[in-house]
């Protein structure tokens, strides 16, 4: 079992900063892909990007370069640094658990929300 819980959500204009946190509490020896992902009302929900247990980053590509995945060296904690934030970047952020299968493959773009572990989600809204 893992558990998740985000913190750092808020609201922010346009070309501004904000960072997430993530607190990982594991209950079990299986590995998972850790990163973060965001949903709106109505649409599903995406990978902005994901950590690889030797620190590889990937990202979506509506985020490169302006979101950055990081964690502390014991892998309690994951965070998301957000810059030069856009309007299009207003959702529900999750920090989530997924399989490995699905970071290698590249699914990890549209998780599998039934079978991965998540957080209660942290707002983020981006205004003009």
């Known amino acids: 079992q893992v558990q998740l819980a985000e913190s750092g959500g808020g609201s922010v204009q346009v070309g501004g900063s904000l960072k997430l946190s993530c607190t990982v509490h594991?209950?079990?020896?299986?590995?998972?892909?850790m990163g973060w992902f965001r949903q709106t009302p109505g649409k599903e929900r995406e990978g902005v990007g994901v950590?690889?247990?030797?620190?590889?980053?990937n990202y979506a590509d509506s985020v490169k370069g302006r979101f950055t995945i990081s964690r502390d060296s014991s892998e309690t904690t994951m965070f998301l640094e957000m810059n030069s934030l856009k309007l299009e970047d207003t959702a529900t952020y999750y920090c989530?658990?997924?399989?490995?299968?699905?970071?290698?493959?590249?699914?990890?773009?549209?998780?599998?929300?039934?079978?991965?572990?998540w957080g209660q989600g942290a707002q983020v809204t981006v205004a003009s």
């Open positions: 950590i690889r247990s030797g620190g590889n980053t």
């Open positions: 594991k209950n079990t020896n299986d590995d998972f892909c």
């Open positions: 989530g658990a997924i399989s490995l299968r699905e970071c290698t493959y590249g699914s990890w773009r549209l998780p599998d929300v039934d079978r991965g572990y």
